[in-house]
């Protein structure tokens, strides 16, 4: 069967502007959903988007996969008023995608995982025609007249003998093609359901939302963390190598300045069976002839998701999270620094970085910030 995944975006937001395109942990809210699909049992994930930034985006920041696809959302279905189903007919009657499971992802649903996703796929079978995602939340609810929906006021159940409600999320609907098109509908048939965390029912409205689901996430992240030993270590660029400062000619970028005692740590590190890894937003040629000289051959410019290239990289190489360190020290390194086995920050990192770091490094960032790091590594790595 050949399933495919649709993420509809629309480029304006009435309660957060641009939501989708804001950074939530360090990358834009639509990606944490985009990179679970990619990981994912499905065959091609198309976004279905009217914003040309987000298309623009795509094209240039997953070319490692051939899963993603942007298409061009008509203004007509990307309006406040236009159903989601309303895109998703648009689509199916415009793109000649051929397709025998259809599965809908909700974007500003960022708690939901690649288990989630496969979890509704597995279940459409014989017995089941769609499946969705929904939550087991143990509220007691009250009609707008003043009488209890699901318990007796008189006899208040206590949480573990309560069965509770089960509510639908958002977050995942899969569905078969020809159920899709007899009902008109995401969802049809018969249903299965599949669970996800409770925290998965937050909504995004507003500015209190985001905060807390983004302190939630990050939570999640460092929770799933196990010690083992670090095989790997991937390093941002500026920052990190670099003080941060570039300068300029009238040609372009000219100059910056590495610490030499970091790049003798590296090599010291690498004699020891860790791997080290380039990661950076910036697509430098002077950073590219430095990697060059420092003998690192994984070096890659002009990242701007990079939660999601490392995730590919895992795959791709069959490591786990766990055996990574990294090193970054701005917004856009939080995903990796809040999931990966060790993370580190140079003592002159962002304020946000050195709060969801394991290490501060007492070092400032091209003043021995790196070889500090090393040293850690070989230290710890020598329990195992």
């Known amino acids: ?49 009217d914003d040309d930034g987000i298309i623009d985006f795509i094209n240039k920041e997953y070319h490692w996969t051939n899963k993603v696809k942007a298409v061009k959302r008509r203004a007509e279905s990307a309006t406040d008023t236009a159903s989601t189903e309303m895109a998703i007919f648009e689509f199916c009657d415009t793109s000649n995608v051929d397709f025998d499971v259809f599965c809908l992802l909700q974007a500003t649903s960022p708690f939901t995982t690649r288990t989630d996703i496969n ?52 977050a995942v609907y899969a569905t078969t093609k020809a159920a899709l098109y007899k009902h008109k509908n995401r969802i049809g048939g018969q249903v299965a359901l599949v669970k996800m965390p409770e925290n998965s029912l937050m909504e995004i409205d507003t500015e209190t939302d985001w905060i ?28 990190v190598f670099t003080d941060g400062t ?16 970091d790049g003798m740590g590296l ?4 004699q020891f069976d860790v791997e080290v890894m380039i990661m950076t937003s910036e697509n430098s040629e002077l950073v590219a002839r430095r990697m060059q000289k420092l003998k690192i051959e994984q070096v890659y410019l002009g990242v701007k998701d990079k939660f999601s290239l ?26 990796n620094i809040c999931s990966v086995g060790w993370s580190f ?8 970085v050195k709060t969801h770091a394991d290490v501060v490094l007492s070092k400032n960032s ?7 790091a090393c040293d850690f590594l070989m230290q710890y790595n020598k329990r195992f």
């Open 1 to 49: 069967m050949r399933k495919i995944g649709f993420i509809p975006l629309r480029k304006h937001s009435k309660g957060i502007p641009g939501k989708n395109k804001r950074k939530m942990l360090g990358r834009p809210l639509f990606t944490w959903v985009l990179g679970e699909a990619i990981m994912s049992e499905l065959d091609e994930v198309f976004v279905y988007t």
């Open 119 to 170: 979890n509704c796929l597995g279940k459409i079978n014989d017995d089941h025609d769609s499946a969705l995602t929904v939550v087991n939340t143990h509220r007691f609810t009250w009609d707008e007249s003043g009488h209890p929906d699901n318990y007796n006021p008189q006899n208040r159940p206590r949480r573990q003998d309560f069965k509770g409600l089960l509510v639908e999320n958002g």
């Open 212 to 239: 807390t689901v983004e302190t939630l996430l990050a939570e999640r992240q460092k929770k799933n963390r196990k010690p083992g030993k670090i095989t790997h270590l991937v390093l941002d660029v500026d920052g």
């Open 246 to 261: 570039i300068t300029y000619t009238k040609e372009g970028e000219h100059t910056k300045s590495f610490d030499m005692r």
């Open 267 to 270: 090599e010291i590190l690498r």
């Open 310 to 335: 490392l995730q590919h990289l895992l795959v791709e190489q069959n490591l786990e999270i766990n055996q990574v360190a990294y090193i970054g020290d701005d917004v856009n390194d939080l995903s």
């Open 345 to 352: 920050c140079p003592n002159n990192a962002t304020h946000v």
């Open 366 to 372: 091209a003043a021995g910030a790196i070889r500090e």
